[in-house]
């Protein structure tokens, strides 16, 4: 059985998915997306924890960040409302990046999820490892 306020959860999502838009579907699935990747992910996390930092500062902050990469996540971060980009247009350049409220709230909803996936890794690793077995007795073959 269901607890109440999963129940009411599970209602409430049930509606918003009836009433959604097609547009309305394609921004979810956008917004979505920057909490499975890695860097969006990791450049939220440290603007919460740093506060305002510059593009140099965020690079060394994400190990394996490339220029370009950081760049584009940056961006599409800014185009979605969850972090201001500062430009204070002075020679050398000079840019600030912050999280905004918006972004704030994202992350706290998403760390939950993140948790929940890690306290899981095992289980999903588990299931992985069965579903494969079985994919590999279904079809005859000998295991490695």
Known sequence: MIPKDEDDLLTRSRALCDAME???DWLKREVLSHAGNRWAFGVIHALMEGGRLRHAELRRR???VTQRMLTRTLRQLERDGL???QDYEEVPPRVDYELTRLGEGF???IIPM???IFEHAEDFRQAREAHSIAAVEERGDSLP
């Open 22 to 24: 097609e547009e309305d």
């Open 62 to 64: 994400l190990d394996g």
């Open 83 to 85: 972090i201001l980009r």
């Open 107 to 109: 992350l706290l909803k």
């Open 114 to 116: 993140w948790l929940w």
